[in-house]
């Protein structure tokens, strides 16, 4: 007849026995995860899917190990071509965390697309909540240029305003509305770039985005040694410019230009910007124009699908500037896609 102490003794066994396998078997999810995720980031997409759906549908997955999974298979089926399965994927994701955000430097534009589609048919109870801040929409700047190279600065357009999106983001004050969910709506409105320039189109953008508020810049490139960089604040809700802002230098020290417009839109938002804060929106300031030329080069290269060509075009940006941290996370985010030529 078995004692107390031996049943408990059978029992404390029984149960560590099982947590051990449990644990390995979690252990080893994870371990294939993680395999399909380097299949991904090698251009090997259709292994990738293989390995990641068995494991959706032969083992019983935590919450963040199937959100893992589901992310690694929207990856690939988007980079494959696959917008129906991409879909699905993405809206059993969001069923399962309805507060999942997805950094776009992270994913490819095309799965980034059809997720800001899958996130708008969102019932309101699933949306994630973004009170608190102020939601500020950022687009691209229009050239006015009157130099003699006026025609070869149109990617400045682009490049310019993601460069101000991506500094603006620096604070948390402000929510800013990420370049793939605008390039999003353009798509879905049929729009061109050029149509952006017009008030109240850029309003009914932002209002489509949901922001309070919307940064309308331009260029102006002059003459060899001088430019103009200006931004005007628009309220979404009235459409009147709430404030205006400009800086003047040469066009070579377009970086620095660039921040210093960052600081005085902050500023006329009525935005704090500590120390830190400035330390890096500071950051790269002393960058070329060749620079910034190429990651321009380069994201109207990837607004055309050309994700190769657009792969070349911000490794040249990082060759002129080693310490371009936006010129990296755009190149590292097309890899795959490059990859696999």
């Known amino acids: 007849m078995l004692t107390e102490n031996r049943i408990y003794l059978i029992t404390a066994t029984f149960i560590i026995l099982f947590t051990g396998i449990v644990s390995a078997q979690s252990g ?9 995720d380097d299949l991904y980031w090698r251009g090997q997409f259709e292994d990738a899917v293989i390995l990641t759906s068995s494991l959706l549908a032969e083992s019983e997955l935590k919450p963040e190990q199937e959100k893992h999974a ?4 929207a990856r690939c089926e988007a980079n494959r071509g696959q917008d129906k399965a991409t879909r699905a994927y993405l809206e059993r994701l969001a069923k399962l965390d309805p507060a999942v955000e997805l950094n776009p430097d992270e994913y490819p ?14 019932p309101d109870s699933l949306r994630p909540s973004v009170m608190g801040k102020t939601t500020i929409a950022i687009l691209p700047f229009d050239n006015a240029s009157i130099s003699e190279d006026q025609r070869d600065l149109d990617p400045l357009s682009v490049g310019l305003a993601s460069m101000m999106i991506q500094d603006i983001s620096k ?3 402000l929510k800013v509305v990420d370049r793939d969910k605008i390039n999003f709506i353009v798509d879905e409105l049929e729009l061109q770039q050029s149509d952006l320039v017009d008030k109240s189109t850029a309003v009914k953008m ?14 102006m490139k002059i003459s060899k040694n001088d430019m103009k960089i200006f931004g005007r604040l628009v309220s979404v809700e009235t459409s009147e410019i709430l404030k205006a802002a400009e800086v003047t230098g040469d066009p070579d020290d377009i970086f620095e230009l660039q921040k210093e417009l960052v600081l005085k839109v902050l500023g006329e938002l009525n935005v704090d910007v500590d120390k830190d804060t400035k330390k890096k929106i500071n950051e790269g300031k002393d960058n070329r124009y060749e620079a910034l030329y190429h990651y321009s080069l380069g994201l109207a290269l990837q607004d055309k699908k050309e994700y190769k060509a657009a792969y070349a075009e911000f490794s040249r940006a990082l060759e ?7 010129a990296a996370r755009k190149k590292n985010r097309l890899e795959p896609m490059a990859m696999k030529g």
């Open 28 to 36: 080893d999810v994870d371990a294939q995860i993680s395999k399909a």
């Open 70 to 73: 589901l992310m690694v298979l």
């Open 320 to 326: 002129l500037a080693p310490n371009y941290a936006e």
């Open 206 to 219: 932002g209002k489509l985005v949901g922001a309070q508020t919307l940064l309308m810049g331009s260029f």
């Open 171 to 173: 604070s948390d004050k």
């Open 109 to 122: 534009p095309q799965m980034m697309s059809i997720w800001y589609s899958v996130e708008r048919d969102l």
